[in-house]
């Protein structure tokens, strides 16, 4: 029963789509788990480039039966424009099935994600304002409509009735207009009427497919910097990107995951506010923004980037029990005459290398660094280890060292090809 978990190791857009993308080649079934369209994931074929916020990264390949799992929060309109958009470029969207347990993201929690984080000022999460965090904590609250409830009207009456009568006594808080019930009763419902052919129970679909010993992987969002409960809380997202994520939130069982796949971006980067303790506000970070594209895909805010940190990446290897990693965006460090990676933190007179839970402390946290010798050719037409400058090779040979497991792709560019396979040992004989 082969399920293979991508997540992303970091702040989220590591290149989670392209590496999904790039694996669905092999698989029948992928599953988004978690998040919702605060997600941004790119895939990029040849000269087009597809930017996706719901439905899984590897749906362009024909052959994928795309799924929505229970553990997201689905924005009904988005995921409409998204299906239209991709039908539109030829993408045949039929095999889409979205979990009629995932629960809906109304117009309420998109209100009450801006008019929470404007109130909050300085202290402001600086979410996607897609309203995640209120329709999870609607789900939690057992308050949340879910996509099967579009599909049944009394239901759907009565939960919509339970849920305006508190959100819009909340909403009225903080000044804003009344959602109408009539109208957002009929909205509900023709969404539901235009999503009916791919609500479904994707967990017997999952469930099937691994007992018929198919190929299925699950595409997680945002990343480990960033879960709720092993990140740098509160600046997180309000769902768990872990690998364990990919239980709850795709249908499957811990021992059906054979597999968990980091991604890695090559430097750090942050949307958002909330620690970043090796940023760059220099040259070498314009360098990173400007080189690297670093743009957020979902709301266009400049990320913030700096230098590699070591220190998470233990932390990030451990809780998603990670057996291997995907490494991207190296071809953007070069040019730099040195390249830093993070050891360790000097917090106050203590030198840390433990990634510490407090997002108090990471404040605080002075980065110590290691340095690499630089490198200045174009990597991008790199397919193999041996292409690869020397000082490059190093770089990456240190990072599989820290992260104690083995580096499986290298990522020389968005585009698909633009990928080098380490084969067996090849990595450790470049060294
Ligand atoms: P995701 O959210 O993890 O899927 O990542 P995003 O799509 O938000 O951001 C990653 C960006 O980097 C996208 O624009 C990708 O096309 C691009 N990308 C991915 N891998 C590479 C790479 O190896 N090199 C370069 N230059 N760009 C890459
Ligand atoms: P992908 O899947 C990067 C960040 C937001 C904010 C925090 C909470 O493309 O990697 P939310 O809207 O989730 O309540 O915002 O999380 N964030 C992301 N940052 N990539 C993402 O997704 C993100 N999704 C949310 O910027 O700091
Ligand atoms: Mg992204």
Request: proline share 5%.
């Amino acid at each position: 029963m082969p399920a293979s978990v991508i997540c992303g190791l970091q702040w989220g857009d590591e290149g989670k789509g392209k590496v999904t993308d790039l694996l669905a080649a092999d698989v029948s079934l992928v599953v988004r788990y978690q998040g919702g369209d605060n997600a941004g994931h790119t895939v990029v074929i040849g000269d087009e480039t597809f930017k996706l916020h719901l439905v899984p990264s590897g749906a362009l390949h024909e052959h994928i039966r795309p799924i929505i799992g229970p553990g997201v929060v689905v924005n009904p309109r988005t995921l409409l424009d998204e299906i239209q958009m991709l039908e539109s470029r030829g993408i045949e969207m039929s095999k889409l099935r979205v979990s009629s347990s995932a629960h809906v993201i109304m117009p309420y929690h998109v209100a009450l994600d801006g008019a929470r984080e404007a109130a909050a000022g300085d202290g402001m999460i600086g979410t996607t304002k897609r309203g995640i965090g209120p329709a999870y904590g609607d789900r939690a609250w057992r308050t949340g409509i879910r996509m099967g409830d579009l599909l049944d009207p009394d239901l759907l009456r009565s939960r919509l009735i339970a849920a305006l009568t508190e959100k819009n006594a909340v909403l009225a808080l903080y000044g804003l207009p009344a959602f109408e019930f009539e109208s957002l009763f009929s909205d509900a419902l023709s969404w539901g009427q235009r999503l009916a052919p791919f609500i479904t129970d994707t967990t017997a679909i999952v469930q099937a497919a691994l007992a018929r010993d198919e190929l299925v992987l699950l595409e997680g969002a945002q990343g480990t910097l960033l879960d709720l409960d092993h990140g740098t809380y509160p600046y997180v997202t309000s769902s768990n990107p872990v690998a364990g994520g990919a239980c709850t939130g795709g249908g499957v069982g811990p021992r059906q995951i054979t597999e968990v796949i980091g991604v890695l971006k090559a430097y750090s980067t942050r949307v958002g506010a909330g620690p970043l303790p090796t940023e760059l506000n220099d040259e070498v970070g314009a360098h990173l923004v400007e080189t690297g594209r670093e743009y957020g895909t979902t709301t266009g805010r400049r990320r913030r980037c700096g230098w590699l940190d070591f220190v998470p990446l233990r932390h990030a290897v451990q809780v998603n029990s990670v057996s291997s990693i995907v490494l991207n965006k190296i071809d953007i460090l070069s040019g730099l005459p040195e390249v830093k990676v993070c050891v360790g933190y000097r917090v106050g007179n203590e030198l840390i290398d433990e990634w510490p839970m407090s997002a108090a402390v990471l404040e605080r946290a002075a980065p110590v660094y290691d340095t690499f010798e630089g490198w200045t050719q174009d990597l991008r037409g790199c397919r193999s280890i041996e292409e690869l400058p020397a000082a490059a090779r190093r770089y990456v040979a240190a990072i599989e060292q820290r992260a104690g497991v083995p580096i499986s792709h290298i990522s020389v560019g968005p585009e698909r090809t633009q990928t080098i396979a380490v084969r067996g040992d090849s990595l450790v004989a470049a060294r």
